[in-house]
């Protein structure tokens, strides 16, 4: 059974950093891709970050892109969002995910999902 534990969530100030971390255990991930997305209340969740986990192919959301960086770290199985200049857009429940397809942004194509990481930019 494959199991995703997100940590590093909290409360920055605009323009602050914060490094997410996904712990992922259960199999092997040669061939899967893990993806970050997020949900504000009220709001669906939406994509923000991708990685195939075998080649490192990375795609990331338009609002990201130039301040997060998705990564992965074979040797401890798992995967990082590192987001820099933060926005009080960026306020969220994170959530780490994966799929055995190719690096996709839609969230049902992921089939595993962590419990979410909370992360709050006050202006």
């Known amino acids: 059974q494959v199991q995703l534990v997100e940590s590093g969530g909290g409360l920055v100030q605009a323009g602050g950093s914060l490094r997410l971390s996904c712990a992922a255990s259960?199999?092997?991930?040669?061939?899967?891709?893990m993806g970050w997305f997020r949900q504000a209340p009220g709001k669906e969740r939406e994509f923000v970050a991708a990685?195939?986990?075998?080649?490192?192919?990375?795609t990331y959301a338009d609002s990201v892109k130039g301040r997060f960086t998705i990564s992965r770290d074979k040797t401890k199985n798992t995967v990082y969002l590192q987001m820099n200049s933060l926005k009080p857009e960026d306020t969220a429940l994170y959530y780490c995910?994966?799929?055995?397809?190719?690096?996709?942004?839609?969230?049902?194509?992921?089939?595993?999902w962590g419990q979410g990481t909370q992360v709050t930019v006050s202006s």
């Open positions: 995910g994966s799929t055995t397809g190719g690096v996709t942004t839609y969230p049902g194509a992921y089939r595993y």
């Open positions: 990685i195939n986990w075998s080649f490192g192919s990375t």
């Open positions: 259960g199999r092997t991930f040669s061939g899967y891709t």
